[in-house]
């Protein structure tokens, strides 16, 4: 079965120090990989995606991913946490060929203390 | 920026009532979607739409239905409401480009809609 796996229900840090929120798939074919955000009360958010192309992917608010084929992993960075970013994390994978198919995974909470 | 809006931020129903969402974009895109989100289980597609008219079934489509009259609104109805549909409900847009219905999806506020 094609999924997306959160392995972290909750990632804690504090604030001034990096942060990885972690992302696996299995999915066939090439899928187009995405992280959204969801802060307290609202929809998501696009932060930044990987369709082809350089395997380090820049984003909204300084965040970053980078694309493992060999691993299937398409983890979230950020080199220096803000207190503002704590909020419901969601990865996604979209495929595109042979009809149309979306997975999320079940979201990872980040909390960012300061 | 898109915009994309749902009638509702909260809804109290009743079990047996019969329920419209509806979900507005201002970017005319061609696709729209329809997810539910609950805890643990992150976002599961209910309907999809590419175009006006046309509409097809995500993972969740049981007791749902769908309508796309026109291109910037996309409708989600419940026949008759179910405790088991509660839940928060999103709506999407994408814009198709390159990636088609697999390209950036923009999301409304949500609307969070219990069933007593």
């Known amino acids: 079965a094609q999924s997306v796996a959160q392995p972290e229900d909750q990632v804690n840090v504090a604030e001034g120090n990096p942060l990885t929120v972690k992302c696996t798939y299995s999915?066939?074919?090439?899928?187009?990989l995405f992280w959204y955000v969801q802060y307290p009360n609202r929809g998501l958010q696009f932060l930044l995606k990987y369709i082809t192309g350089d395997n380090l992917v820049k984003g909204s608010y300084g965040f970053e991913a980078e694309f493992n084929k060999s691993q299937t992993s398409f983890h979230l960075k950020k080199p220096s946490a803000l207190v503002s970013d704590s909020a419901l994390y969601f990865c996604a994978v979209s495929l595109h060929t042979g009809g149309f198919k979306t997975i999320f995974g079940a979201g990872t909470r980040l909390f960012v203390k300061a | 920026d898109v915009k994309v809006t749902q009638s509702s931020r909260y809804l109290v129903k009743r079990t047996g009532e019969k329920v419209f969402l509806e979900c507005v974009q201002d970017?005319?895109?061609?696709?729209m979607f329809w997810y539910r989100q609950d805890p643990g289980l992150g976002l599961r597609l209910i309907y999809f739409?590419?175009?006006?008219?046309?509409?097809e079934k995500g993972d969740i489509p049981e007791g749902y239905s769908v309508s796309r009259e026109k291109k910037e609104r996309f409708s989600l109805i419940l026949e008759s409401a179910s405790t088991n549909q509660t839940s928060m409900y999103l709506c999407a847009s994408s814009g198709g480009l390159a990636g088609g219905l697999a390209d950036t999806q923009y999301f409304g506020p949500g609307t969070r809609l219990t069933v007593l």
């Open positions: 970017m005319d895109h061609e696709n």
């Open positions: 739409s590419y175009d006006v008219k046309m509409k």
């Open positions: 999915v066939s074919g090439n899928p187009y």
